[in-house]
């Protein structure tokens, strides 16, 4: 068979020329698809299917809280690695998925002002693709101390893990007296002096803030607290005859009754069962118990200058510094006998005595 306009080659037959043909169009239509599935292959290989997927743009990231120490924060924290915050216990194990490759800084927020991150402190974390990173925060908790600055009419609240102020309280006045209830959420103080009235306050240890007021006729120098919270003893000493202590009800914030001390009485103390009380009555030169339970004066003890007065932990001992001789007496609290003395070469006028009766530490205002 004869196509016109078709080109055969010499020599053949129609029928092979008819094969030849069918071929030559099989291959040329085997050639096109194959040139569209290169071309298909060619196109996704372009959009990243035939080249290898990109790497990973993120990782994760394990971080570890340990808090040690006293007065643990119970609430725990709020962490935050780079772009990414979550809520974390006291000790607890976080995971953060998904956090963008790179360096990121690591916060820790929410903690009370008496804890504070242990150094080295954990400032940033590095994240991989490739690797999960992990890393330790290390959290110390301890106690608030409160001075009372004179020069400023302000309180300062100072930590003993930063050893530094993290807070200011600022009373309106001269404060004296600081002593913190035995739960330790109340902060209780006098006033020294006060323009326009005489009163106790109360702060939360918390807040800072003023929470409760006691009224008072005179201004106040100490304060102590009963051992179970329930009743406080304000020492007023510019009374004209001597002076007072005033008991005031803690949970009432009311006074419900007034002691009569001797001259320029200075400190007051408790025994730990809250029964005696003593008092520094420097002017006359005496120490002096008090029975609680009657509110009567039970006992004295001549002592020259008495000033600061603190007693062991065992209530066995009542430790007095004297203005002139600059020392400290330690007595024996059954008969006041003296136990041991110790000179000091500067005025003490305050004493404290660590839980385990092993040390004792005392304020120094004139040297």
């Not at 743009?57 to 935050?80: C, N, Q, W």
């Not at 323009?195 to 006729?217: L, Q």
């Amino acid at each position: 068979m004869y196509w016109p306009g078709r080109a055969y080659w010499p020599g053949t037959t129609s029928s092979s020329r008819m094969l030849f043909w069918s071929n030559c169009s099989l291959d040329r239509t085997r050639a096109a698809i194959g040139l569209l599935i290169v071309l298909t292959l060619v196109g996704c290989g372009s959009e990243g299917g035939a080249t290898g997927a990109p790497p990973a743009s993120t990782g994760s990231v394990t971080i570890a809280v340990v808090t040690s120490g006293v007065r643990i924060d119970p609430d725990g924290y709020e962490l935050t690695v780079g772009p990414a915050s979550r809520f974390i216990g006291t000790n607890e194990v976080v995971q953060f998925s998904g956090i963008p490759v790179g360096t990121h800084p690591v916060t820790l927020s929410g903690a009370e002002l008496n804890c504070a991150e242990s150094d080295p402190r954990l400032a940033s974390v590095t994240v991989q693709s490739n690797a999960p990173a992990q890393a330790q925060m290390d959290i110390e908790c301890g106690y608030l101390v409160f001075v009372a600055n004179h020069g400023s009419d302000d309180i300062s609240v100072i930590s003993t893990v930063t050893q530094s102020v993290v807070a200011m309280i600022e009373p309106g006045g001269v404060s004296a007296g600081l002593r913190i209830t035995p739960n330790g959420e109340r902060l209780y103080f006098g006033n020294l002096f006060r323009r326009v009235s005489h009163k106790v306050d109360a702060v939360s240890t918390t807040t800072f803030e003023i929470v409760a007021e006691v009224p008072v006729t005179h201004p106040i120098l100490d304060i102590a607290i009963s051992p179970d919270g329930a009743f406080g003893y304000a020492l007023e000493p510019l009374q004209p005859s001597g002076g007072r202590i005033e008991v005031f009800d803690v949970l009432e914030n009311t006074l419900v009754a007034s002691i009569h001390v001797g001259g320029s009485p200075k400190k007051v103390v408790l025994t730990g069962d809250g029964r005696w009380t003593y008092v520094t009555e420097q002017v006359v030169d005496r120490l002096r118990e008090l029975d609680m339970a009657t509110y009567e004066s039970s006992r004295a003890t001549a002592i020259e200058a008495p000033l600061a007065v603190a007693l062991s932990s065992d209530g066995s001992l009542v430790y007095v510094s004297r203005f002139f001789r600059e020392d400290v007496l330690a007595l024996q609290r059954s008969n006041f006998g003296i136990r041991a003395q110790a000179s000091l070469g500067f005025i003490a006028s305050d004493l404290q005595l660590s839980p385990d009766h092993r040390s004792r530490s005392a304020a120094c205002v004139w040297h």
